[in-house]
Structure formats: structure tokens, C-alpha cells
């Protein structure tokens, strides 16, 4: 665990390099281990999408992953939260087992909110409405209480004058923002984020990131499927790089941009970087 001088020390050298000037302590990673992958296989039909996958994430934990098209990094998230069955293997969310009958599933769900890239918001309801369903139908919040929870996330995501809207009202980069207001209204303790940022026009980019930011710099445990390389470097605790189905290569993000070991890796980053 790095100490909060050690932080201060890596923001440091962030800064000079231009890369975050705004990110100056971040909060601490805990022991204590909120999600572990073992050997998780996985296949659609006869094909194997995923292959022993194995991944442990702490509390507090900020990841990143990356890697080519159709590598398994979506179907990977995915079966944290069991949008996808898995055939072998193991997760547990926080101390929780997703065994393969499901029986668990709405008790890890419950724990962790997911941000897709097309944002997924209710077009009939209004962005306030998005932010209040769940947490009335799923965990019987009152409609006054499930209101101002609600709120506190739209401003959370600095958007509540938007709250009457209907997403078609709003630009892209707001609906993520919804979105991401969506699920913490859910008060979730791990958030995964499948590119969330894809969908954007590049003017729309950056509010996301900074509202993705924000919940680093607040401590929440985090995986987040992203091509921002920037981000990677600026937020990331650890980056994870993965190919046709396995996890090739992970490292803190100093490390991983500039001692790639991987040739697969170094293939991978000299075309995102270099874009
Ligand atoms: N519902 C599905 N049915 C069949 N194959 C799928 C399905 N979803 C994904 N795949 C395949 O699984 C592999 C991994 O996909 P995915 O996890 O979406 O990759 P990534 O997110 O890295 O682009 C790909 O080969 C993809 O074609
Ligand atoms: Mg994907």
C-alpha cells in the first residue's frame, strides 16, 4: 500500500509530466479484497472467450483495462455482475460466491453499478425518474427518500438542473452523466464502467472522465474498460491488458506504459498511442 506522501510524490511526476496537474492525493487502497476472479472460463457456444482468468481487485482498488477489440475485457466485467453465466471457475464480490447456479445474483448486483457505453437511460422517464426507479423497485426506497437521493447524485455528477429532462434532451455527455448518477443511487460498492466514454463526441469526453475522476479521488473501488490512456495514467491503480481472452499483462500504470514485457502489449500501445 503506498503511504499518502508516496501518492503526493507520484502526483508529482504526473504533474511535471503535464499529465493530471488536478490529481494530488489519492485515496488509499485497503487489504482487503473486494472481487476475486479464479480461473474463470468462459464460452459462447464452442468458442472460448474466456481463459483462466484470474484477477483480484481490493477495496479502493482504481482498474483499468484495455486491449484489442473482441479480447474479453467486456465479457470479462460482464460476469461480475453476472450479465454473463460463466462455465469454470470462481468469483466472489465482496466475500460474496457467484456460484454457477445464480443463486447470488441479486446480492452482488446490488453491490455493484454498471455504466455501459450506450448509456441505457429510460427514454420515457425523465432523468429524475431514471435515478429513482431502481432504488424504489429494487430496494423499496420511499419515493420522498429515492427523490432525494436522486438529487444528490445529479449534483454529485453536476447536473441537477437537468432533472425534469428526458434524455433525448440531453446532450451525450450528459446522459452518461445520468447514467452514472443511475447507479450510484443504488449505492453500489464497486462500480465497472464498459467504455464509457465510446459513444461521446470528443467535446463530451472529458466531463465524463472528470466525473469518473471524481469517484476515484472518493475512494470507490472501480473497473474501468477505456481506451483513455490518459486516464489510465492519471487514475489507475493498476492497468490490465488483455488479448483473445486472457490476461496478458498487468502493472501499475508508470510500469505498464513504459516497461511493457509483452510484445503483444508494446503492439497494442504503439497503435493507441500513437493514434
Ligand atoms: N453474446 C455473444 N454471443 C457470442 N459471442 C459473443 C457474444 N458476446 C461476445 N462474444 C464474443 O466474445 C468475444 C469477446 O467479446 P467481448 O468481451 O465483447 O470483447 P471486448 O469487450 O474486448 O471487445 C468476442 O469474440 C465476441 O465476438
Ligand atoms: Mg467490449
Known amino acids: 500500500m503506498k503511504s499518502a506522501q ?129 432504488p424504489m423497485k429494487v430496494r423499496g426506497v420511499r419515493r420522498k427518500d429515492a427523490q432525494e437521493l436522486a438529487m444528490k447524485y445529479l449534483e454529485r455528477v453536476r447536473i441537477p438542473e437537468q432533472a425534469g429532462k428526458y434524455p433525448a434532451q440531453l446532450s451525450g455527455g450528459q446522459q452518461q452523466r445520468v447514467a452514472i448518477a443511475r447507479a450510484l443511487c443504488m449505492t453500489p460498492k464497486i462500480m465497472l464502467f464498459d467504455e464509457p466514454t465510446s459513444a461521446l463526441d470528443p467535446e463530451m469526453v472529458k466531463e465524463v472522465l472528470d466525473t469518473m475522476i471524481g469517484l476515484a479521488d472518493d475512494g470507490m473501488t472501480m473497473i474501468c474498460v477505456t481506451h483513455e490512456m490518459g486516464f489510465a495514467r492519471s487514475v489507475a491503480d493498476r492497468v490490465i491488458f488483455m488479448d483473445r481472452g486472457q490476461i496478458v499483462e498487468q502493472a501499475p500504470p508508470e510500469q505498464f506504459f513504459t516497461q511493457p514485457s509483452h510484445a503483444r502489449l508494446r503492439e497494442f500501445l504503439g497503435q493507441v498511442l500513437h493514434k
Not at 32 to 57: A, C, H, S, Y
Open 6 to 134: 508516496e501518492m503526493n510524490s507520484t502526483a508529482m511526476t504526473q504533474h511535471d509530466k503535464g499529465i493530471r496537474p488536478d490529481h494530488v492525493v489519492a485515496p488509499q487502497v485497503h487489504d482487503e479484497v473486494i472481487i476475486r476472479m479464479e480461473n474463470v472460463n468462459k464460452w459462447f457456444g464452442p468458442v472460448q472467450v474466456l481463459t483462466d482468468v484470474n484477477l483480484t481487485v481490493r477495496k479502493g482498488e482504481r482498474i483499468v483495462v484495455c486491449g484489442p477489440s473482441g479480447s474479453g475485457k467486456s465479457t470479462t466485467i460482464r460476469c461480475i455482475n453476472r450479465l454473463e453465466p460463466y462455465q469454470k471457475g470462481q468469483i466472489t464480490v465482496d466475500g460474496i460466491d457467484l456460484g454457477a447456479s445464480g443463486r447470488n445474483v441479486d446480492a452482488v448486483r446490488a453491490e455493484v453499478g454498471m455504466v455501459f457505453q450506450q448509456f441505457n437511460l429510460f427514454p420515457h422517464l425523465t432523468v429524475l425518474q431514471n435515478c429513482m426507479l431502481a
